[in-house]
């Protein structure tokens, strides 16, 4: 039985009417009938009630056409998605977001992919470090990821989402929190609560901006993450240099100000080299498009 005996069937049996289905399919009313009874030949039975003045549908007529209808709308339904796979308006991306990225990016990229591709599920990788980033984007284990450049290793793209400036947090008894602006030279004899990862892109960009300042941070404390970190400043173990983005995740106890002469540090999107998943490509599109960056290094 092939889906066009199928098609044939369901345009007579909506009629009942040879002519009307044939003008309906575009095909010749002759080789209509001829597959008509080439299907009842082939199911060894009678379809429809033949009559000079009207067709009706035979009671196995009327069962193969409720089944008709439920296997052509399959169908219909297995070709619409296959059209939105290839087109990348369905499937599952993985993607991997770096630290405070999660709380700075992950919203607006949630909200903007289910509005413009709604057929797409994110599956959420959070607080990877830029080298773990990588290798799980070589591997394939993860689709696209927001992480600190540079990108550690071949094989990848990056392109800059966001350029965020660096900023200071302090507990709030610490003799600075009560300066709005402080400049990254008073922070010379202060105890540093860093990440504790050797491969952190934020303590590396902190440390360049403490040797321009003309010193070396003391790293007095180290921290597995942003809310630890956090933490261990609200606790007054030391003073923390972290992204804007940081201000995000508010605890007790810390207070953030603006930092003179500390610099700032970016954010990218990685993917594959030679990715040609239709479904990655109209994501990254959309991430792309939510947080443009200007030529000059800005962002929008």
Do not use: K
Request: proline share 5%; with cysteine; aromatic share 4%.
């Amino acid at each position: 039985m092939e889906l066009r005996h199928l098609r044939y069937f369901a345009a007579v049996a909506q009629t009942c009417h040879f002519g009307q289905a044939a003008e309906r399919l575009h095909v010749a009313q002759p080789a209509l009938s001829y597959s008509i009874r080439q299907l009842e030949a082939e199911l060894n039975t009678t379809l429809f009630n033949r009559t000079t003045r009207q067709v009706s549908l035979t009671a196995a007529g009327e069962y193969l056409q409720e089944e008709a209808a439920r296997i052509l709308g399959d169908v219909d339904d297995a070709v619409r998605g296959v059209r939105r796979v290839a087109a990348g308006r369905s499937g599952r991306i993985r993607l991997g977001l770096t630290g405070t990225a999660a709380l700075s990016h992950l919203p607006r990229i949630a909200r903007m992919v289910q509005a413009e591709l709604p057929g797409v599920d994110l599956e959420i990788q959070a607080d990877l470090l830029t080298p773990a980033h990588c290798d799980a984007l070589r591997s394939g284990t993860l689709d696209l990821g927001v992480l600190r450049p540079p990108a550690v290793g071949e094989g990848l793209e990056v392109r800059t989402i966001a350029v965020e400036p660096l900023a200071l947090a302090v507990s709030v008894d610490h003799r600075l929190a009560v300066e709005p602006v402080v400049s990254l030279s008073d922070l010379r004899n202060e105890p540093f609560v860093a990440y504790q990862s050797r491969e952190s892109a934020v303590n590396d960009a902190v440390l360049r901006a403490c040797r321009n300042a003309g010193f070396v941070p003391q790293r007095e404390h180290q921290a597995p993450g942003t809310a630890v970190l956090l933490a261990l400043v609200a606790a007054g173990l030391g003073v923390a240099v972290v992204p804007e983005s940081a201000r995000r995740l508010p605890l007790e106890g810390v207070v953030f100000r603006d930092l003179l002469d500390a610099g700032t540090i970016e954010l990218a999107l990685a993917w594959r080299i030679g990715e040609d998943s239709p479904v990655v490509e109209a994501v990254r599109a959309v991430v792309q498009t939510a947080f443009p960056v200007l030529e000059s290094g800005g962002v929008r």
